[in-house]
């Protein structure tokens, strides 16, 4: 489950309130899909041009159900990925060591192609942005986009993604709850009031 | 995780992060052009060895290199222990100086602990610490005496669990020179946190007193052990300790406890031969069974790295605790 890090889940005590059942996260990935085939004009004659890298665990999740429509949609399947930004987070020395998530990037490389970021939820940007890093340290993509279920705001660095599932206008001390059946067993994304709001940001 | 001083301090769920760590940093440097993580930026790792070593000391350093640490190292002859420096005052200037952990490889047995003690207790009192009054340096124990070698055990765990797929359950043989061995000794106790069924081969000279109560059995002549094996790791006769008859002769030993090729037939075809190194060919391992394909001496070198990295991500990318 995929719990953006301000606030503490388990101190709650209002309900959560659903922003997208199974079926809207469903629809939405295949919302996704469609733009970004619009937008890079992926398909049988361009196949090897993309990448799409998930951010572990949620985006890494989204990022191949997101290959999987794209398949479904084009023929063709693009070519999918991981990068866990965790090494080139600026927040390391706050906390005690976080663990480390999978990174696994084409062997083709990310030379002159055109890199799909996914994540799940994108509040602050650190995430982002050490991603980026992260992805720069294995090759330089022609360009880099940023793919992403739910936008909450409170963006702290300027950064801005270009396929959106969902923008939600929330409190800081909210917290996102992305839940999805491969790691979750269900799909869904609902709003979290946590009752205090304290650590670091996603 | 304040220091690694000795695996008996790590449990399954502690080491078994050690190791997906180190997993996870070799998948972060796979295929890379450029070997270097940011991660370790401005902190200083002193390695200082007072006993020769090539891998562990070279490891180290390549470990916090790779995370952009800075890494010094100190060895005993060329720096003020020549001048008669104790080992307290070393660590305390060391620590003055600015290192955020030191890695110490010494002959005394517990001279890691007496260093982490001494390190909590300065920062305990507000003596000068690597960040200030009141800051603690980190110590690693990269081999005291014949007591402990963490991260060496870590890293066999490593190589084992890549090889075999895991490490519960698997019967992993340990033969050789057990009693000076600190190699031996962190085996033992982590591949049983870890659920392995751990068999000591030596000769009975060379088992410790107490050998008993470790969690393992001591078992029969090789050629009976061999076959039922996953993993054997044959440790290195270790002369420079030896100070009384342990043994007839060295071609005695070879001929009782060497990994001949012969021998190394009898072992099932899926099982891993490890060494910790340096290896001497013809004594403890054949240098054909050395460099065959069941060997997994380089790799065992090779993780020793990202299990350092790993070692040193714990200890140092984290808040101060």
Known sequence: MAIDRRGDPRRTAAPDRELLSAADVTRTVARIAHQIIEKTTFGPDNPDDLVIVGIPTGGAVLASRLAVAIAEFTGVAPVVGTVDPTLYRDDLRRGPARPLGDTALPDGGLDDRLVVLVDDVLFSGRTVRAALDALGEHGRPRAVQLAVLVDRGHRELPIRADYVGKNVPTAQGESIVVLLVETDGRDGVALRRAAESAGPGS | MRHLLSVTDLDAASAIGLLDTADRLKQALLGR???????????????????????????????????????????????????????????????????????????????AHRMAHWAERDAATGAVGPTGPGSSTSVVNAGDGTHEHPTQALLDAATVRDRLGGIAGRRIGIVGDVLHSRVARSNVFLLATLGAEVVLVAPPTLLPVGVAAWPCRVGDALEDELPGLDAVMMLRVQAERMHGAFLPSAREYAVRYGLSERRAALLPDHAVVLHPGPMVRGMEIAPAVADAASSAVLAQVQNGVHVRMAVLYHLLAGAAA
């Open chain 2, 33 to 111: 052009e450029v070997r270097k993580l940011p991660t370790l930026r401005g902190r200083t790792v002193v390695t200082m060895f007072y006993e020769n070593s090539t891998r562990t000391r070279v490891s180290f350093e390549v470990a916090g290199k790779w995370m952009s640490a800075d890494t010094i190292n100190v060895a005993a002859s060329g720096s003020s222990v020549g001048k008669g420096e104790s080992l307290r005052d070393t660590a305390a200037t060391l620590a003055a100086i600015g290192a955020d952990c030191i890695v110490v490889r010494h002959p005394a047995s517990g001279a």
